[in-house]
């Protein structure tokens, strides 16, 4: 069985979607699986045991391109997939497949994909969580309700590189003898995701003096948040906290996570990433649910605020006061922290 996956474009929804890999290792022996999929996803689907060949897309996120898509496809002949996989619902994913001459091309309902897809999902609700749809298509349209729950699904795990860790802490001057605890406080999506910097820098005071070493995770763009939380704190705690954003690769942020014993973050990618590599983690939700993309481990702590108009799944404030982020104390955030420290 040859399978080609249309994969996601976020990074957090392609760490969830090695739940589906495995799934389909189990209940096809020897499979082979090939993941198309843009090139920053690439270093996470190489720490997937489950799959054979990351493949890079070579379009950019909505771009159409129908005659470079068609072209893909063709080139794809040779491969003898027998089974696709096209976890996004956009109708331009399903053209590569359809053109590679895939015979079974499976995915949810979208936009105008009759054709495109031989079997189709009608209604992707029947799953409350992301995760879920995903797995889901694994198994038989007749059977994957029955068969499909996030109390049975195989979460994903990360493999980790102990040598380049390693490196990556010589590299930045932390003491690989300290604990260390991350933060990650950015948030692709948008600022109705981000905690305020100003909590996520009395947190860190509070870890600092506790003996933790602070490592702030991010990209370039969450560099100005990251200097910002550093800068926050007394100047005599702030060798203690190394900024990361924007001087790590994915995969060294992978290898970085996986050293911290608990993770502090938005719901973002990075959540996600280090949900996969075992750390205990205090997931902070502000627009978004965790009833839909929960970070996928046991050693969770999510928090959020009550307010009304939460979760509104917006990127920005629809009012302007972003409330469920302000409103949610520090005080809160450490409780959680506290109760996973004394399970884990």
């Not at 009608?122 to 992301?130: E, S």
């Not at 100005?224 to 550093?230: G, L, N, P, R, Y």
């Not at 009833?291 to 302007?320: A, Q």
Request: one cysteine or more.
């Amino acid at each position: 069985m040859k399978i080609l996956v249309i994969g996601p474009s976020w990074v957090g929804d392609m760490v969830m979607s090695q739940s589906l890999y495995k799934t389909l290792h189990t209940l096809h022996p020897g499979c082979q699986i090939d993941v198309l999929a843009p090139a920053w996803c690439k270093p996470v689907l190489e720490r997937m045991p489950e799959v054979r060949e990351a493949l890079e897309m070579p379009f950019g996120h909505g771009e159409f391109n129908f005659s470079g898509r068609w072209k893909l496809g063709k080139s794809y002949k040779s491969k003898e997939y027998t089974h696709a996989f096209v976890l996004p619902r956009s109708a331009k994913s399903a053209f590569i497949p359809f053109f590679a001459g895939v015979p079974n091309r499976i995915g949810w309902k979208g936009e105008m994909r009759y054709g495109l897809l031989n079997d189709i999902r009608a209604d992707r609700t029947v799953f409350q969580y992301m995760v879920e749809r995903y797995v889901g298509l694994a198994y038989s349209n007749d059977s994957m309700l029955e068969k499909t729950s996030i109390e049975t699904v195989d979460f994903p795990s990360l493999t980790v590189d102990e040598n380049n860790q390693a490196s990556c802490l010589e590299r930045f001057g932390v003491d690989s003898q300290q604990a260390m605890i991350g933060i990650c406080p950015g948030a692709e999506f948008g600022p109705a995701k981000r905690w305020p910097e100003k909590h996520y820098a009395n947190v860190a005071e509070k870890l600092i003096l506790e003996g933790n070493q602070i490592l702030l995770f991010g990209g370039p763009k969450d560099r100005e948040v990251t200097q910002s939380i550093k800068e926050a704190l007394p100047v005599a705690l702030q060798d203690k906290c190394f900024n990361l954003a924007g001087e790590t690769s994915l995969v060294d942020a992978i290898d970085l996570l996986a050293a911290c014993h608990t993770v502090f973050s938005n719901d973002s990618g990075l959540m996600h990433v280090a949900a996969a590599v075992g750390t205990n983690i205090v997931a902070i939700y502000g627009s978004s649910s965790p009833k839909y993309t929960p970070p996928l481990s046991g050693r969770v702590r999510m928090v959020n605020t009550d307010i009304g108009c939460r979760p509104c799944f917006k990127r920005e404030c629809p009012f302007g006061h972003l409330k469920c982020l302000k409103d949610l104390p520090p005080s809160q955030v450490m409780e959680a922290y506290g109760e996973l420290s004394s399970v884990n």
